[in-house]
């Protein structure tokens, strides 16, 4: 009985044993188990405190804290970040050590910034077309590609006036920016403005500078643009020609002055300059006086210069000597106002009141003679004919009015020998048969033509 008593206590503490190892080992497990679990969460939180994927600036310096929001002690930088160019869009793979393991984050260098620019300054017409919005900007600056445009979508201006225009950068990231550009715009009607322009009286083959005293102003445009027309002008030849000033201003506004250019002979004594201004002035003055008492308004041309040789044949008493020579304009003024001239002084009071009615005419000359005589030529009728109120021996109120050469020649009293190279081509139609100067005469079937046409 006690033996087996003694085998049955035996047998109990080995399994009192065999439990307390087996719960031992068990809680090992469990402790180990306990730890390992430990350690792959905090490892876990470790790789996963770091960022798999940045966005850089363009420009800004990288570090390690770039990529925790905490740096861990032990996080290192596998890779050599300083090769990276920050100043270059892209994106770069770079490897992190963590607890031990390595981890793989992308830094994308990216634009964050809006571009900028710099605003030229406009001037512009109404009428122009607005520039591209491109073209009024300088010094762009971004780093990716940048569409330029005004901010409105498009431009366009009803008036004048100064005006700030927002033009709009886009770079392709998105970011936008303006630029405000300053734009005059000039509305511009008025011609430009040209001073100095006077008739002219030049010698028979002598230069002559036609800008001279010219000057040319306009509301806008600091440099219009003058052309002169001289191409009717015949230098070699006596008459009078037309010159014409035309300026434009660079928004197409026109305007024009016609002077006359007075080409006479040598012997005319018929040069002015600035110093007979005056002179002129009053020279006209007493033709216009004149001329308003002795010509109806409705009168041809013919009449009108029919009336004035005759008030100058009729009105002025001849004298040798007592012209002033100085110049037309002289010897028209002592004539006017004493009533007595030699030819010259008859001639200039002619020239006076043909220029006050707008009739053309040209001194004429005597040649090959000791003795200088004056007459004109006068543009009637679609011709030049001669005119001469101061005929030599004057018979019955005779005086030369529209002579042809031939007429002149064998009908005129006095030498009228001329040079006819120095003239423009004379009519050869006679009308004598029309006109009488002895009384002031004019038919009613004078063979006007149109010279309208």
């Known amino acids: ?16 044993i065999a439990g307390i190892l087996i719960s031992a080992v068990f809680g090992l497990f469990v402790g180990f188990m306990a730890a390992f679990m430990l350690y792959l969460n905090v490892v876990s939180k470790l790789e996963g405190s770091v960022y798999r994927e940045i966005y850089v600036e363009y420009g800004h310096p990288i570090s390690l804290q770039d990529f925790f929001d905490n740096v861990p002690e032990d996080a290192t930088l596998l890779s050599d970040i300083s090769a990276i160019d920050t100043g270059k869009l892209g994106s770069y793979r770079v490897a992190i050590e963590v607890a031990g393991r390595k981890v793989y984050s992308i830094i994308n260098i990216i ?38 445009e005004y901010a409105s979508g498009g431009l366009s201006f009803a008036q004048g006036g100064y005006f700030d225009i927002p033009v709009k950068l886009t770079d392709r990231y998105g970011n936008c920016s303006q630029v405000l550009v300053p734009f005059t715009v000039k509305d511009d009607h008025e011609a430009p403005v040209i001073e100095g322009a006077h008739d002219l009286t030049v010698l028979i083959g002598d230069t002559i500078s036609y800008r001279d005293g010219i000057t040319v102003k306009d509301n806008y445009d600091p440099n219009p643009q003058l052309t002169i027309d001289k191409s009717q002008i015949d230098i070699k030849h ?11 201003d660079e928004c197409g506004n026109e305007s024009s002055v016609t002077v006359n250019v007075d080409v006479v002979t040598r012997r005319t004594a018929g040069i002015t300059d600035e110093d007979d201004e005056e002179t002129v002035k009053k020279a006209y003055a007493l033709a216009e006086e004149v001329l308003k008492s002795i010509v109806k308004e409705d009168a041809t041309d013919v009449e009108k210069a029919m009336a004035i040789f005759y008030w100058s044949y009729h009105r002025l008493g001849f004298a040798r000597g007592t012209s002033d020579y100085r110049s037309w304009a002289h010897a028209a003024v002592k004539a006017f106002t004493r009533r007595v001239a030699s030819c010259y002084g008859h001639w200039a009071v002619c ?53 042809t050469d031939d007429e002149l020649r064998t009908r005129a009293r006095g030498n009228h020998d001329f040079d006819k190279s120095l003239y423009p081509d004379r009519a050869t139609k006679s009308v004598q048969q029309y006109v009488s100067s002895s009384r002031k005469w004019i038919s009613p079937n004078f063979p006007y033509i149109d010279e309208t046409n």
């Open 111 to 148: 634009d964050k910034t809006a571009p900028v620019a710099k605003a030229i300054p406009q001037e512009m017409y109404l009428k122009d077309a607005v520039p591209e919005a491109s073209s009024i900007i300088k010094d762009l600056f971004d780093l990716s590609d940048v569409t330029v």
């Open 351 to 403: 020239k006076a009141m043909l220029d006050v009615a707008g009739i053309k005419n040209i001194c004429v000359t005597r040649s090959n003679s000791s003795q200088v005589h004056y007459w004109a030529l006068v543009y009637l009728n679609g011709g030049w004919y001669h005119c001469d109120s101061q005929a030599w021996a004057p018979i019955d109120g005779f005086f030369v009015f529209m002579m």
């Open 1 to 16: 009985m006690v033996r087996k008593t003694g085998q049955k206590q035996n047998k109990q503490g080995r399994i009192k």
């Open 238 to 248: 006596a008459g009078v020609y037309p010159l014409t000033f035309t300026a434009v």
